[in-house]
């Protein structure tokens, strides 16, 4: 599958709605209770920020829209309306919309809200199949949960959903794991996404995470999970199009493609991340600090980074090695520049360590380079 490589007039918006029942054990996100008075505050104040950096994206083709969090399905579909329609007027017809769903939240009639508004794609933050592994997680849902919440999207008229599922975790082991690719696969989605647990500050794991990291399975075992999820999906038909991101047909994920090819986004809501003419910038991740500088019109972020022609061109290039049909080397010359020649030469050497793959236009990673791409990215950059 080609992924096409987005035009200088592409942008994807991403707003962060922080809400969650409870924080999982392992989660480093900024996640606040569900509660009404901070919901009314983010609205008012996304809002407001739409208005304010209308004029970053009113001139381009908004390719995604994603509701991340946290768990924005809980604020409602009033809510995701409410955002819908101030961006109304920049929205085309095929713009894929994104909404993270738990599986406990599972309620037909908001399901079917949200797909009457317009959202046309699930990302349902499925972990594992495994009930004891969701607790061990300190996950609120259960595995029947998954059933209700993916039974339930399908009848909201859903035809694109993407799971998530999580490997290398504490006491896992591949009998379990291959019961939730099982299950996974019984699900039918367009879309699964694998994730690697690890373990970040601020978290319940990192606080045990020597008991934690004693628990976590062996390397060798970890490679032999991903390389099972791997060939499992491949039998059923999914295409293997990004190092952890499998999909039917062409249903990749149009949002996270963006990050990989570096089309420029735009992060709204606290703690969320921006990408836009080679500066990165970060949200305040503090839901009143950010309202308030919302509402004095002032930057409402505590991180810009402007990154110089050449870190942007070899940020670039580890970010779309991670795609696995790798880049056409001549379009990505004209869009970032001339590789130079210190980098030729990293890259050749990284070829002849069979780590990447080079025919005459292409560079992509080789069997070997897709359990290593987090080596080849440090030494690119
Ligand atoms: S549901 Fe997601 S965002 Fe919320 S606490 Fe758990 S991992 Fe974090």
């Not at 809002?47 to 908004?62: G, P, S, T, V």
């Not at 934690?212 to 060939?231: D, H, N, Q, T, V």
Request: one cysteine or more.
């Amino acid at each position: 599958m080609l992924i096409p490589t987005p035009t200088s007039g592409d942008i994807s918006l991403y707003f962060h709605l922080p809400f969650c029942h409870k924080k999982c054990d392992y989660c480093h996100f900024y996640v606040l209770p569900n509660k009404d008075e901070y919901k009314s505050l983010l609205l008012k104040s996304l809002l407001l920020e739409i208005d304010q950096k209308k004029a970053l994206f009113n001139h381009k083709k908004i390719q995604s829209v994603y509701f991340g969090g946290g768990t924005p399905a809980l604020a409602g579909p009033h809510f995701i309306e409410k955002i819908l329609e101030a961006l109304r007027p920049h929205l085309h017809n095929e713009i894929e919309i994104t909404l993270e769903v738990n599986p406990e939240n599972y309620d037909l009639t908001a399901l079917r809200s949200f797909h009457q508004i317009g959202v046309n794609r699930l990302s349902l933050g499925v972990q594992s199949f495994d009930d004891d592994m969701l607790i061990r997680l300190g996950r609120t849902h259960s595995s029947k949960d998954v059933e209700k919440a993916l039974e339930n999207a399908k009848k909201a008229a859903f035809n694109n959903i993407s799971i998530d599922l999580m490997y290398d975790l504490p006491d896992q082991t591949l009998t379990e794991w291959r019961h939730t690719l099982e299950k996974a696969i019984q699900s039918d989605t367009t879309h699964i996404s694998l994730y690697n647990l690890s373990i970040e500050p601020h978290t319940v794991f990192y606080k045990y995470r020597d008991k934690i990291k004693a628990r976590m399975p062996k390397a060798s075992l970890s490679i032999e999970m991903f390389e099972e999820a791997k060939s499992q999906f491949e039998k059923v038909s999914y295409s293997h199009y990004e190092i952890s991101a499998f999909c039917k047909e062409d249903y990749y994920s149009k949002h996270n493609t963006g990050y990989w090819l570096q089309r420029p986004h735009l992060g709204f809501g606290p703690s969320a991340f921006s990408f836009y003419e080679g500066a990165r910038f970060q949200n305040i991740s503090n839901l009143h600090k950010y309202s308030r500088k919302i509402k004095a019109n002032e930057e409402a972020t505590d991180f810009k980074e402007q990154l110089s022609n050449d870190l942007h061109l070899k940020e670039s290039l580890a970010l779309h090695l991670r795609l696995l049909h790798g880049f056409d080397i001549a379009s990505f010359e004209e869009r970032f520049g001339l590789i130079p020649t210190t980098l030729s030469k990293t890259l050749q050497k990284l070829v002849e360590k069979k780590l990447l793959i080079k025919d005459q236009k292409r560079l992509r990673l080789s069997n070997k380079g897709l359990l290593f791409h987090d080596d080849i990215a440090s030494e690119i950059i």
